[in-house]
């Protein structure tokens, strides 16, 4: 049974740091494009970071670029999204998702259709001072 689990979300103040981890099991990255999405209230779905399967390529948003870094273990059943300088905007609910249907970082977090992929439950992360 495939299940994503993330957690590590919270309560930072602006310039504050957070990372999110998302623990899978029924599958690993080896075979999945993996990545981190976040939906704000009264806002589309964006994909924030996502990684290809196999190597890895990263793709970042413009948003975010320098700011997050988006990292899986080496027993490729834990992704990580660390989040550094963390503004206001940042505020949103943090989803992490699994497909084995796309095989480009980039198309997965710009062009992937919800249904075509794996989610977690998402973990609320809010920016305020």
């Known amino acids: 049974q495939v299940q994503l689990v993330e957690s590590g979300g919270g309560l930072v103040h602006p310039g504050g740091s957070l990372r999110l981890s998302c623990v899978v099991s029924?599958?690993?990255?080896?075979?999945?494009?993996v990545g981190w999405f976040r939906q704000a209230p009264g806002k589309e779905r964006e994909g924030v970071s996502c990684?290809?399967?196999?190597?890895?390529?990263?793709f970042y948003a413009d948003s975010v670029k320098g700011r997050f870094t988006i990292s899986r273990d080496k027993a490729m059943t834990t992704l990580y999204l660390q989040m550094n300088d963390l503004e206001p905007e940042d505020s949103a609910v943090y989803y992490c998702?699994?497909?084995?249907?796309?095989?480009?970082?980039?198309?997965?977090?710009?062009?992937?259709?919800?249904?075509?992929?794996?989610w977690g439950q998402g973990t609320q992360v809010t920016v305020s001072s």
């Open positions: 998702a699994a497909t084995a249907l796309i095989t480009t970082a980039q198309k997965m977090c710009l062009n992937m259709s919800p249904g075509s992929a794996f």
């Open positions: 029924g599958f690993t990255f080896d075979y999945y494009t």
């Open positions: 990684m290809s399967k196999g190597v890895g390529v990263t």
